[in-house]
C-alpha cells in the first residue's frame, strides 16, 4: 500500500497549479505583468515513495501528460567522479550540470508528450556538442579553428536531410557522369558550403551564440573565435561558473522559443503545461544546491520567463533553515499564494532567494491513523492531474483555415467582426457564439443580472465556487441521461426546467440568496441522480435545464419566452419546477408559462392566490391559510398553558411591498386565524429591506421594523415577512427590549435565518420560534433518499447538514422533481406508449393523491381534498425554536410525514 502523507492533497493541487499553463500570458495570473515560477523545494525525510506518485500524476496528466524528468543528483555526481575524476572540483560542477541539462533536453525532445509538443534544443545542442569536442589542452591555433569548423560543417549536412543525401558517398557515385559537371560541383560542393557559411550568419542559435551575456571578458569577436573557447574552455581558463550559466541560459531559451506565443506558431500555443524538471536530493555535496542557485541567477539575470518548474528535494538537515523559512501545507494561506503576495510588493528588487519556495513535507501516516482514509482520498483525486485543452485553432487544419480566412477578409471586416463579437460577449453575459449556453441566456443593464436558460453548466457569471459546481453537476449528469437515452432508446428522455429567483447577484445585493438557489438545484440533481441510476428498461432517463429569472422573478416573463422558444425544437420539456418567490413578477411568470403549455410543479411558494391563476399550477409547499392555522393553534396552546404568550394579543409584521404577496397574504391569514382563537390583531407595515432592486416598496404610513415590537413585552408578536427584515427586527429587539424581549413567532421564510448558522449565532441572547416545512433532522448517513445522494454528489454539503436543511429548499426541489416522476410512472403503468407530453403529465399530476400520494422528503404530498389538487392537503409544517443562538429544535409537528405523530393541538 502507498504512503499516505499529511496534507499530500495540497502539495499536489500546487504542483497542478504550477504546471498549468494559462490560456493567456503565464503565471502567475494572480499578479498580472510579474511572470515567473518559483522553485518549489520539497523538503523532509521519506520522500522516495513521494517522488513517485508525482511522477505518476505527472505522466497520468488529462488530457495529455505533462513534459517532466526526475533526476537523481547523487548518481550524477558519482557518475562525474568515476568517469571525470581528473577534473578540477569546480570543472566537476560544470561537468554534473551538462548531464542533468543532457538528460532533460532528451526528455524533452522525445515524443513521449507527443510529436508536436518536442522542444528542438537547437542553442543548447550547439552549446554542447562544442563543448563535447575538447579533445587537447594545447593552445588553440589556426589549425584547431579548421578543424573545428569542419566537424561543425558534417554536423550541419547530417542533422538536415537534404544537404545529408547530397553529401552522402552514395549520391557522388550515383550522379557521377550523369549530369554536367558544373551541375556535379555546384550541388555536392558549392552549394553546401555556401548554405553552411550563409547560416553561421543567419542561423538564430550562432546569433544567439554572440549575443548572450555570459563568458566575459573577452570579444568573441567572431564565431569561430568564441566557438574555439568552448571547444577548450579549461586551457583558456575560463570561469566554470560562466559557462554553467552559458549552458542553462542555452538550455533555457531553447524552451523560451517553444513556448513563445505567435499566431502563426501553432505548437507553442498546445504546449497548455510547462516543463518539470526534478532534482532529487540535492545537496551541498552533490553540487546540487549550486546547480539550482545557477538557475536561479540566470533567470534573475536575464529578466525572462522561463517556462520551467524546477522541483527539488532534500532532508531536512540539508536545508538552509536560517536564510529561508520553510512554509508548512497546513498553513491557511497557502505557500503559493503567499508567494505571489511577496511577488506583488517585490518590484524589480528580486533577489536570488526570491524563487525559492520551500516547502515542508510531512512524514507519511501510520498504518491505522484515523485520518488514513480521508487523507488517501483527498490524495488520490488531487493526483489527477488536469491541464488545458490546447484551442482549436491550434490544428493543422485549423490553422490552414485561418490563414484561408485572413488572407481572403479585409482589415474593415475584421474589424466589424470584432465589434460585433463584443456586441455579442456584452448582450450574452459575455459568452462567445460559440459556447452552447450563449444565445439563451443575456444581461440585464437594470440590475447586471445574467438571465436565461442553461443546459451545459453555465453559471449566470456567478462566482460562487459550489453554485459553479452544482450546475456543472446537472450539465454532467444531463450528458448522461443524453447517453443513456440513445443506448437504451426505450427509456424515455424527459426534461424539466427548474427556475430559481437568482442565481447572479444584481449589483450592491447580498450573497445570501445565491445558496438558497444552490440547496434547490442540490435537491433537483440529487433526484436526477437517482433517476438516472434506474435499472427499469422504460423507466425515463431525467434532463434538468437550470432558468434564472432574476431577483424577485422579475425576468420571469422572458424566462418562459425563452423556455417555449426552447419547445419548438426539443419536443422532451414536460414541466417546470422552482418559482421562488411568492411575487407579483411570479404570477406573472405563471401565467406566460401557462401560455406556453407547461405545467409547474413551484417549491418553496406559499401564497394563497397563486394557484387561482393557472390551472397548470401545483405547488409541494402548504399555503400560507395552513401556515397560519397552524400558527394560531400553536399560539392558543401557549396562552392556554400560560407559556411565553402572556395576554392574547398579536402584533403581525407585514411587509409595504406591494409586489410580496407572500407576506400580504399570510398576515391576512394569520389575522383570521388568531382572530378565531380569541386574540386581539394589531397590524404593523414596516418598510421591507428585502424588496427586489428597483421595486416599489412602502406606502405612506409605513414603519421601520422593529421600534413597536417592546411596547407591549406580554403580548406576542407574529412576523410574516423576509428573513432579512426579521433580522432587522432581531437587531431592534436585543437593542431596546433588554432581557425581557416579548415572544416571536416568524413564517416560514424565517426558516432561511434558522439554517444560517452565522447569521443566527449573531442574536445569542435572543429566543424566538418558526414555523417550518422540514422535519427535524437530516443526515448524510441516514436513510432518505435525498442526502444519502447528495453525500455521493456533494458530499462536502454533508457536514452543515445539521442546520441548513431546516430552509427545506433542498427538500422541496427534491419532492418537486419526485412529483412529476410520480406522475410519468402513473402515465406509463395506465397509456403504455402514450408521448409524454406537457399535457399528458399536467393531467397525471392530478393522480398524486390517496394511496397514489408521494411520501417525500419534505412530508406527504397529496393533491386530493378540497383544495382542487393544486395544492398538498395537511401539509407538514414544524415549530422551531432558537434559544441564544444555537441549534434549532422542534416544539411540535403538524401535518403527514412518514411515521411522524403531529401534536395535540394541531388544527
Not at 234 to 258: C, H, S, T, Y
Not at 516 to 544: C, F, H, K, M, N
Not at 720 to 730: K, P, Q, T
Amino acid at each position: 500500500m502507498e504512503p499516505v502523507f499529511t496534507h499530500a492533497d495540497r502539495l499536489f493541487s500546487l504542483l497542478n497549479r504550477l504546471v498549468r499553463r494559462p490560456r493567456e500570458g503565464e503565471l502567475p495570473r494572480e499578479v498580472p505583468d510579474r511572470d515567473g515560477i518559483p522553485v518549489l523545494g520539497l523538503v523532509g525525510d521519506r520522500q522516495d515513495r513521494l517522488v513517485e506518485q508525482i511522477r505518476r500524476a505527472l505522466g497520468e496528466a488529462q488530457p495529455r501528460r505533462v513534459p517532466h524528468e526526475i533526476i537523481d543528483v547523487d548518481e550524477r555526481w558519482d557518475e562525474v567522479n568515476r568517469e571525470r575524476g581528473d577534473l578540477a572540483a569546480d570543472w566537476q560542477r560544470s561537468e554534473v550540470c551538462r548531464r542533468v541539462l543532457v538528460q532533460l533536453a532528451q526528455e524533452y525532445s522525445s515524443e513521449r508528450g507527443g510529436h508536436d509538443r518536442r522542444v528542438r534544443f537547437r542553442r543548447f545542442g550547439l552549446v554542447n556538442w562544442l563543448l563535447e569536442m575538447t579533445c587537447t589542452d594545447e593552445e588553440p591555433d589556426s589549425r584547431h579553428d579548421q578543424d573545428m569548423l569542419s566537424r561543425l560543417r558534417d554536423r550541419e549536412f547530417q542533422r538536415r536531410p537534404v544537404l545529408g543525401f547530397l553529401r552522402a558517398p552514395g549520391t557522388e557515385v550515383a550522379l557521377q557522369g550523369k549530369v554536367p559537371w558544373w551541375a556535379y560541383v555546384f550541388g555536392l560542393y558549392v552549394l553546401p558550403l555556401m548554405w553552411f557559411r550563409a547560416w553561421r550568419v543567419l542561423g538564430g542559435e550562432y546569433r544567439w551564440l554572440l549575443r548572450q551575456p555570459y563568458m566575459a571578458p573577452g570579444d568573441p569577436g567572431t564565431f569561430a573565435g568564441f566557438a574555439l573557447r568552448l571547444t577548450q574552455p579549461r586551457w583558456g581558463r575560463e570561469d566554470p561558473d560562466q559557462v554553467v550559466k552559458l549552458m542553462i541560459n542555452a538550455f533555457l531559451e531553447d524552451l523560451r522559443v517553444a513556448y513563445r506565443r505567435r499566431p502563426w506558431r501553432r505548437r507553442a500555443a498546445r504546449r497548455t503545461a510547462y516543463c518539470v524538471a526534478f532534482l532529487k536530493g540535492v545537496s551541498d555535496d552533490n553540487r546540487g544546491r549550486e546547480l539550482v542557485r545557477s538557475f536561479v541567477e540566470v533567470r534573475r539575470e536575464t529578466g525572462a520567463f522561463d517556462p520551467l518548474l524546477i522541483v527539488t528535494s532534500c532532508a531536512e538537515g540539508e536545508h538552509d533553515h536560517e536564510r529561508m523559512r520553510v512554509r508548512s501545507l497546513a498553513e491557511e494561506l497557502s505557500p503559493y499564494e503567499a508567494w505571489c503576495e511577496r511577488l506583488r510588493g517585490a518590484g524589480r528588487s528580486r533577489d536570488a532567494d526570491f524563487w525559492y519556495l520551500p516547502v515542508r513535507v510531512p512524514a507519511p501516516l501510520p498504518d491505522g491513523h484515523p485520518d488514513l482514509a480521508a487523507q488517501s482520498e483527498c490524495t488520490s483525486a488531487a493526483r489527477r492531474f488536469t491541464v488545458g485543452r490546447p484551442p482549436l485553432w491550434a490544428g493543422r487544419a485549423a490553422t490552414a483555415g485561418v490563414v484561408a480566412l485572413v488572407l481572403a477578409l479585409v482589415a474593415a471586416t475584421v474589424a466589424a467582426t470584432v465589434e460585433r463579437d463584443d456586441r455579442w460577449r456584452f448582450a450574452h453575459c459575455g459568452q462567445a457564439r460559440s459556447k452552447a449556453d450563449a444565445a439563451t441566456v443575456t444581461w440585464e443593464k437594470g440590475t447586471r443580472e445574467c438571465v436565461g436558460v442553461a443546459s451545459h453548466g453555465f453559471a449566470f457569471g456567478s462566482h460562487d465556487k459550489r453554485l459553479t459546481e452544482t450546475l456543472q453537476v446537472i450539465a454532467d449528469q444531463n450528458e448522461r441521461a443524453e447517453r443513456l437515452h440513445r443506448d437504451f432508446d426505450k427509456r424515455p428522455l424527459v426534461t424539466l426546467v427548474h427556475v430559481s429567483a437568482m442565481l447572479s447577484s444584481p449589483d450592491g445585493q447580498s450573497l445570501k440568496a445565491l445558496s438558497y438557489a444552490r440547496e434547490q438545484l442540490q435537491g433537483v440533481a440529487s433526484a436526477q441522480r437517482r433517476q438516472l441510476d434506474g435499472q427499469g428498461e422504460t423507466e425515463p432517463v431525467l434532463r434538468i435545464l437550470s432558468a434564472n429569472a432574476g431577483s424577485g422573478m422579475r425576468y420571469g416573463v422572458r424566462v418562459a419566452g425563452m423556455v417555449r422558444k426552447l419547445m419548438e425544437d426539443d419536443p422532451t420539456i414536460v414541466g417546470v419546477t422552482g418559482l421562488d418567490e411568492s411575487r407579483e413578477d411570479t404570477v406573472r411568470t405563471i401565467g406566460a408559462l401557462t401560455r406556453a403549455g407547461l405545467p409547474m410543479v413551484a417549491t418553496t411558494p406559499s401564497a394563497d392566490t397563486l394557484d387561482d391563476h393557472s390551472p397548470l399550477y401545483h405547488q409541494v409547499s402548504p399555503q400560507n391559510a395552513r401556515e397560519a392555522e397552524v400558527a394560531a393553534a400553536y399560539a392558543d396552546e401557549l396562552a392556554e398553558k400560560g407559556e411565553k404568550v402572556k395576554k392574547r394579543e398579536v402584533l403581525v409584521l407585514y411587509s409595504a411591498d406591494r409586489s410580496d404577496a407572500y407576506s400580504r397574504t399570510l398576515w391576512k391569514d394569520v389575522e383570521s386565524a388568531f382572530k378565531e382563537k380569541g386574540f386581539t390583531v394589531t397590524p404593523w407595515e414596516f418598510v421591507s429591506e428585502a424588496a427586489p432592486v428597483g421595486s416599489f416598496s412602502g406606502t405612506p404610513g409605513a414603519h421601520s421594523a422593529g421600534p413597536d415590537v417592546c411596547r407591549d413585552k406580554k403580548r406576542m408578536v407574529f412576523f410574516a415577512g423576509r428573513s432579512e427584515d426579521f433580522e432587522a427586527i432581531l437587531g431592534a429587539v436585543d437593542q431596546t427590549c433588554g432581557t425581557s424581549e416579548p415572544f416571536i413567532l416568524g413564517g416560514d421564510d424565517v426558516a432561511r435565518l434558522g439554517a444560517d448558522m452565522k447569521r443566527r449565532a449573531y442574536f445569542r441572547r435572543l429566543e424566538y420560534d418558526f414555523l417550518d416545512f422540514t422535519r427535524n433532522t437530516a443526515s448524510c448517513d441516514g436513510a432518505g433518499n435525498l442526502y444519502s445522494t447528495m453525500k455521493v454528489l456533494f458530499q462536502e454539503e454533508c457536514p452543515s447538514l445539521v442546520t441548513t436543511y431546516l430552509d427545506g429548499h433542498a427538500a422541496l426541489a427534491f419532492d418537486a422533481v419526485g412529483v412529476y416522476l410520480k406522475a410519468i410512472s402513473y402515465l406509463q403503468e395506465s397509456a403504455r406508449g402514450m408521448p409524454l407530453t406537457p399535457h399528458a403529465v399536467w393531467q397525471a399530476l392530478g393522480t398524486v393523491h390517496g394511496e397514489r400520494a408521494l411520501d417525500g422528503e419534505s412530508g406527504t404530498i397529496d393533491f386530493g381534498g378540497e383544495t382542487g389538487g393544486h395544492t398538498p392537503i395537511d401539509k407538514l409544517i414544524s415549530v422551531q425554536r432558537v434559544v441564544n443562538g444555537g441549534l434549532p429544535t422542534q416544539k411540535g409537528l403538524c401535518g403527514r410525514v412518514g411515521d411522524g405523530i403531529q401534536a395535540g393541538w394541531c388544527p
